[in-house]
Every structure is written in structure tokens, then in C-alpha cells.
């Protein structure tokens, strides 16, 4: 069973940045396609950023799209968004998710695309 642990979550002054983190065990990490989600308390679980296998493809919202990055250390089993000029309307629970995927090419960008989650970890941005 695939197991996802996010950390890095914080208070943070608007222009700020953070980095969060999602350690994976459970499976061969390299065999699943990552993303990251946000939601905030009576809204619905957002797209943020997506990464296919092997690094070689990425897809971001357009609210984020030039100052959030993602990535992934297939030899840490982990996956990282980089998060700069924060702004206000950031301010989310943010997890990660995974699902196994025989291909390595193409990213998953709806919360339907995968199978598995973590516990989410809190960004603030305060203004």
C-alpha cells in the first residue's frame, strides 16, 4: 500500500516562499505519476502541479503557472513543490498523490486521476 507524507507547510508573509515535500513508500516510486492538490475548508480540491515518471513533463494551474515548480528525486522517493511569490489566495491545505501508471509520458491534472494521498499539509499566507 502506497503511503504519502507531506511536510514543509507554514505561515508566510506574501512575496515569501516555501518548499514543501511528500515522501512515498509503499511501491516503486518511479512507476507512479505525482501531483500536487490544494483545498481550502467549503471549496473544492484544486489542481496545482503535475509530473509524469520520469520527470520529463509538467503541467501547472494557470494561478500558479511561473511561480510554483514541481519536481521529483526518484532515488529519495520524493516529490517537491517550490512555491515563490506567495499571495494570499495560496493559503490552502496542500497534499500530494500518486498512481501507478505503465506510462511513462503524460501527467495526471484532475483530483480523479489518482489513486492515492496524503494527509495534506497547511500553507498561510498572510498579506
Known amino acids: 500500500q502506497v503511503q504519502l507524507v507531506e511536510s514543509g507547510g507554514s505561515l508566510v508573509q506574501a512575496g515569501g516562499s516555501l518548499r514543501l515535500s511528500c515522501g512515498f513508500s509503499?511501491?516503486?516510486?518511479?512507476?507512479?505519476?505525482l501531483g500536487w492538490f490544494r483545498q481550502v475548508p467549503g471549496k473544492e480540491r484544486e489542481f496545482v502541479a503535475a509530473i509524469n515518471r520520469d520527470s520529463t513533463g509538467t503541467d501547472y494551474a494557470l494561478s500558479v503557472k511561473g511561480r510554483f515548480t514541481i519536481s521529483r528525486d526518484n532515488t529519495k522517493h520524493t516529490v517537491y513543490l517550490q512555491m515563490n511569490s506567495l499571495k494570499s489566495e495560496d493559503t490552502a491545505l496542500y497534499s500530494c498523490?500518486?498512481?501507478?501508471?505503465?506510462?511513462?509520458?503524460?501527467?495526471?491534472?484532475?483530483?480523479?486521476?489518482?489513486?492515492?494521498w496524503g494527509q495534506g499539509t497547511q500553507v498561510t499566507v498572510s498579506s
Open positions: 509503499g511501491r516503486d516510486f518511479s512507476d507512479h505519476k
Open positions: 498523490a500518486a498512481v501507478l501508471s505503465p506510462y511513462t509520458i503524460g501527467t495526471r491534472v484532475t483530483s480523479s486521476g489518482y489513486d492515492y
